[in-house]
């Protein structure tokens, strides 16, 4: 029984680190777009994707350090995330952030 | 008109979670600071979504005011100590009955937080809007 557990924590602790190898990789080619890119809405985009997977970084270190510490930074990131992207979103389209008059 | 759907929604989910954070802030990750950062990012998202006279008619609240009042609040809960005769900045707690969550303990370090928190709102606030007034 004991054997089982320490197998099982060793097989999550596997899995969790390859999959933290394969989202790192992910960010090393989404990096390449956002300095490659030839437009700026590229890199507007892979900086969406490029947070997206710190997400799902923050919450793969979760379950390798066995802590629950980590779900309110997951959150946070998302939400600044979209605040940013919203904002860039709209100074690409309006050339204004925020407004002095809409409509 | 997608924007302003999703900001609808989500700026009382931004709400609820800074509140959360402000709250959680004793025993969890969290405190005042962040819970006012997610707070003017809410009052921004809405900025963002309907513009800057859309808001200040819905939101009056004049920015500069309330660093002074989150100031006024942290130094009157650190002089508050001085009532009972302990030194600047002491803090206590109590466990306390309250009607709908059952026994809490309640901590003076929590109105020290509110004042961190308003003075965070008013400061953010204060330096996002005069960046975005200049024409």
């Known amino acids: 029984m004991n054997s089982f557990v320490n197998t099982s924590e060793q097989i999550v602790q596997v899995v969790t680190i390859i999959c933290m190898v394969v989202i790192s990789i992910s960010i090393i080619l989404l990096m390449y777009r956002v300095i490659v890119g030839p437009t700026n809405p590229d890199r507007a985009v892979a900086l969406d994707a490029i947070g997206i997977n710190l997400m799902a970084l923050a919450g793969l270190v979760a379950i390798l350090l066995l802590t629950t510490r980590l779900n309110d930074v997951i959150l946070l990131i998302g939400i600044l995330l979209f605040i940013g992207t919203v904002a860039f979103s709209k100074y690409l389209e309006m050339g204004v952030v925020i407004d002095r008059d809409l409509d | ?135």
């Open chain 2, 1 to 135: 008109m997608i924007l302003r759907t999703t900001t609808t929604l989500i700026a009382f989910i931004l709400f609820g979670f800074s509140i959360y954070l402000f709250l959680a802030g004793h025993s969890a990750p969290g405190g005042g600071f962040i819970g006012g950062l997610m707070t003017s990012a809410a009052i921004l998202l809405m900025f963002m979504a309907y513009g800057h006279r859309a808001v200040t008619t819905i939101l009056p609240i004049n920015y500069r005011l309330l660093i002074s009042i989150g100031l006024f609040i942290a130094v009157l809960t650190s002089v508050g100590s001085f009532l009972f005769g302990e030194p600047f900045l002491s803090q206590t707690f109590e466990y306390f009955y309250v009607p709908v969550l059952g026994e809490k303990e309640l901590a003076t370090a929590l109105l020290f937080d509110l004042g961190v928190y308003f003075t965070v709102i008013g400061v953010s606030m204060t330096i996002i809007l005069t960046i975005a007034d200049d024409r």
